[in-house]
């Protein structure tokens, strides 16, 4: 081989050997990509449990808020199916209502029980605040010889039953009573029959009462 070839091969070789990188170039390149790596990793991690301690109170929040909100509904489902009164017909003295020639509502003056103020003692009639199935009784005193002792129940200008009784002589009781489904806004009273009358004092013979059985 000539001087020429020689000088040829050996700059070959230089520029092989200078294109091979550098093996220990390459290991700190990979070490410092590997540190990157794992910082990214830890940041990562560090952001999913961030993430995950938000979801978990966020997951409490809104078992707490549901709670409360239920507890919320169940207390005013409670207070609503509260509904209960009786009334006497005389606040105050004693005697004879009726006859007035006319059917006309009675009005039960001596409030005794009015849970939820549905029962308007200006007016004797009850108010249904809520849908529901209410139960109402009558219980009416009278005791003349002539005159007979009669009154209907009512609801919405609809009547529903009597409680009627007629004898010669000494003091006679009738009563009746229903169970009526109700709208809210629904009216239920009494009226007293227009050739009958009651009685009614201090011993409050006479009265009339309703209660919520249960809301529809």
């Known amino acids: 081989m000539g001087a020429a070839q020689r000088t040829e091969a050996a700059a070959a070789a230089s520029t092989q050997q200078s294109c091979q990188p550098d093996i220990h170039t390459v290991l700190r390149d990979m070490g410092v990509l590997i540190a990157e790596q794992r910082v990214e990793l830890r940041h990562t991690k560090t952001q999913l ?4 301690t938000r979801l978990i109170w966020s997951v409490q929040a809104m078992d ?19 509904v209960s009164f009786s009334a006497s017909l005389l606040a105050e003295g004693g005697g004879d ?24 003692l200006n007016t004797g009639a009850f108010t249904a605040p809520i849908r529901g199935v209410y139960f109402f009784v009558v ?5 003349h010889a ?13 009547h529903v ?34 050739g009958a009358l009651v009685y009614d004092n201090q011993n409050h013979h006479t009265t009339f009462s309703g209660h919520l059985l249960f809301p529809m």
């Open 97 to 120: 209502i009726g006859p007035s020639g006319v059917d006309a509502p009675l009005v039960f003056r001596r409030v005794i029980t009015n849970v939820a103020n549905a029962y308007n």
């Open 146 to 158: 002539s005159t007979p002792t009669g009154v209907s129940l009512y609801k919405n200008g609809e």
């Open 49 to 52: 449990e961030a993430m995950q």
């Open 161 to 194: 039953a009597i409680a009627y009784a007629h004898q010669p002589s000494y003091g006679v009781r009738a009563s009746n009573g229903a169970s009526l489904l109700l709208e809210e806004g629904d009216v239920v009273y009494v009226k007293l029959w227009s």
């Open 139 to 143: 219980f009416v005193y009278g005791g």
């Open 64 to 82: 707490l808020y549901l709670t409360v909100t239920a507890v919320s509904d169940l207390r005013r489902e409670r207070e609503q199916s509260r």
